[in-house]
């Protein structure tokens, strides 16, 4: 899930993802065409795709999955990260997560930036990921053990090919003064976050996921009035220093900061289906040379 940075990856912009404990498992033997077992949507496509891009023969494959499909925290990066690590366990994070980014493109239609696969693929427990998607330069930064990360199902799940994430992408790229407003200020409110998580401010890391949900909102337009409702009750609730709307948008979650022995009261104060994470290690953990990029 990324932290804070939304719509900007794909730009060339800083993001701040982190890989949490929500676990897809994958087996896979031989077989003569590529068939899967999994819940989520469009699987088959994705292992397809992924087994080209790593020129791989063909596996019937099976899956169990912590990730919930079609609510904004990336499940279908995790399935083929996931695959990716069972068909070549030894290839290097990076290079796995650029291919993983390309089949999910082909897979779907949709311009996916390198941001989920990236995280799923090289995220670390107890930390952030950093990382500039114009250099595909990481950092690792300490995620503070205080901060619980909350993920609340809005209920409104879509499919992105059916909204206008395609269309919010190619504005952005065009220049759109709103949108570029946005993707400036998101930029800058990654840079303060990082500040702010360094110097344990849990309330200016708050305060800055409410700015961004602001901005997604009103300059990206990708919000929704059931998610706007529903980051205002989260953002009020004791204990909860900040929410916004999280991944492509239009539905999906929203990400909230929870002081986490609060966290109980939190879940029990939104009535609906919340997931309390921490972060963990990615697919491919082991790729990591240490603090890269710092």
């Not at 799940?157 to 570029?180: C, F, I, V, W």
Request: proline share 4%.
């Amino acid at each position: 899930m990324n932290l804070i940075g939304e719509h900007v990856d794909y730009l060339g912009g800083v993001v701040l993802p982190a890989a949490v404990d929500r676990f897809t498992e994958v087996e896979g033997r031989p077989a003569d065409e590529w068939s899967i077992e999994s819940d989520v949507q469009g699987g088959l496509a994705y292992v397809r795709a992924i087994g080209d891009e790593l020129d791989a023969t063909p596996q019937a494959v099976h899956v169990v999955s912590q990730v919930p499909p079609n609510a904004g925290i990336s499940s279908s990066a995790a399935l083929l990260v996931a695959v990716a690590a069972g068909l070549q366990p030894g290839m290097e994070g990076k290079e796995a997560a650029l291919a993983c980014q390309r089949a999910e493109q082909k897979a779907t239609g949709v311009q996916v930036g390198v941001m989920d696969q990236f995280a799923s693929a090289l995220g670390r427990r107890g930390d952030a990921l950093l990382l500039d998607c114009a250099t595909l330069e990481y950092e690792l930064v300490p995620f503070p053990d205080e901060v619980a990360i909350a993920v609340i199902d809005s209920g409104e799940h879509r499919a992105l090919a059916a909204t206008p994430y395609n269309q919010r992408r190619r504005e952005a790229e065009s220049g759109d003064p709103k949108r570029m407003r946005h993707v400036h200020s998101e930029i800058a409110r990654v840079h303060a976050f990082v500040a702010a998580m360094r110097e344990h401010d849990f309330a200016r890391m708050g305060g800055l996921l409410k700015e961004s949900h602001q901005s997604l909102r009103d300059d990206f337009e990708v919000s929704t009035p059931t998610v706007d409702a529903l980051v205002q009750l989260a953002s009020g609730i004791d204990g909860c220093y900040g929410a916004r709307i999280m991944g492509a948008g239009f539905g999906g979650s929203m990400l909230a900061l929870v002081e986490r022995r609060k966290a109980e009261r939190f879940v029990a104060a939104m009535g609906r289906p919340v997931l309390i994470c921490s972060t963990a290690d990615g697919a491919f953990r082991h790729a990591h040379a240490g603090r890269a990029a710092q």
